[in-house]
């Protein structure tokens, strides 16, 4: 298996811009690229997204199987990208008719803006996830190491990060200018790679919303993770199909509000190190909404 992880050098997602402090002074710092990619299948046109641009196979593979337009026994036979165009287009073998779907959208509470077509709770009806114990020791040392690791979050803000685990180590690690896009382009490399779920727990920077439990429920993976706080419908919903939400999860600290039972408390808070402050001070402005 290959990891996937950041490259905050890449030159096609940030650029330079100019401007000055509140001293006046000129500085120069690095901002997010934002493109639209637009999503086909088969011929039909289905949205078109803004993301950063990396990964727009994987994005759009992971879209529709999260919107419920790819089934599991649907055969995918060609994911194909445009870059002049800024489109990929997703082929299968049988043609499918989302007219209905398509009529009926939701703007979920995503940054960027994400949208939801149909019943935002279609194929939750009798999903249950596997019963996955979660050891505290993961957590803190999967807090360690994303918090560490060379992000465009720590290079420019303004982005989202959804990090796919399995026990302490991270697999794949996405950023997106909104968390509806990183998960998704997790969903889509775990589709195209055949990747199982059960064993599977998914990190993300940002809010625990309806659409980040939906989104992680339809994927089969059992425990969500973020630094950031909470939705109660979100929670309600992990509560729904057992799924364990841990949140405001920083240094020494998390909560729990779903999954309580399949934690295994067999690390000391006292042993993990706190958050160093580049990181508080990173995530106090993303929740007061600055960034």
């Known amino acids: 298996m290959k990891k996937i992880f950041p490259d905050p050098s890449d030159p096609r997602l940030t650029r330079p811009v100019t401007g000055r402090d ?3 002074a000129e500085v120069t710092i690095r901002v997010v690229e934002e493109r639209p990619l637009t999503i086909f299948l088969n011929s039909r046109e289905i949205v078109t997204a803004m993301t950063i641009g990396d990964y727009p196979e994987y994005l759009a593979l992971g879209f529709l199987r999260n919107q419920g337009m790819l089934k599991i026994d649907d055969v995918v036979t060609g994911v194909d990208y445009d870059d002049d165009l800024e489109v990929v287009v997703v082929r299968t ?6 007219e209905e779907k398509l009529q009926k959208k939701t703007r979920t509470s995503g940054c960027a803006v994400g ?3 149909g019943d935002m709770m279609e194929g939750l009806d009798g999903l249950t996830l596997p019963e996955t114990p979660l050891r ?3 957590l803190y040392a999967l807090a360690r190491q994303i918090n560490t690791m060379p992000s465009l979050y720590l290079e420019a803000g303004a982005i989202h990060g959804t990090v796919l685990c399995r026990g302490d180590a991270p697999l794949v690690y996405m950023e997106d200018v909104g968390r509806h896009n990183a998960v998704d382009k997790i969903a889509g490399w775990m589709l195209m790679h055949g990747e199982s779920a059960g064993d599977k727990l998914l ?3 940002g809010r625990l919303t309806s659409e980040m439990v939906i989104k992680t429920a339809m994927m089969g993976i059992p425990a969500l993770a973020s630094r950031s706080g909470f939705t109660a419908w979100g929670v309600e919903i992990a509560r729904q199909v057992g799924l364990t939400l841990i949140g405001r999860m920083r240094g020494q600290r998390f909560v729990c509000l779903s999954g309580e039972e399949r934690l295994i408390r067999d690390a000391d808070p006292a042993s993990a190190p706190e958050e160093e402050r580049k990181h508080r001070r990173k995530g106090a402005r993303k929740e007061s909404g600055v960034e």
């Open 203 to 205: 990190y993300t920077t």
């Open 115 to 117: 949208t939801v077509f």
């Open 22 to 24: 509140h001293t006046g």
């Open 93 to 98: 073998e049988t043609e499918t008719d989302f």
């Open 136 to 138: 505290t020791s993961w």
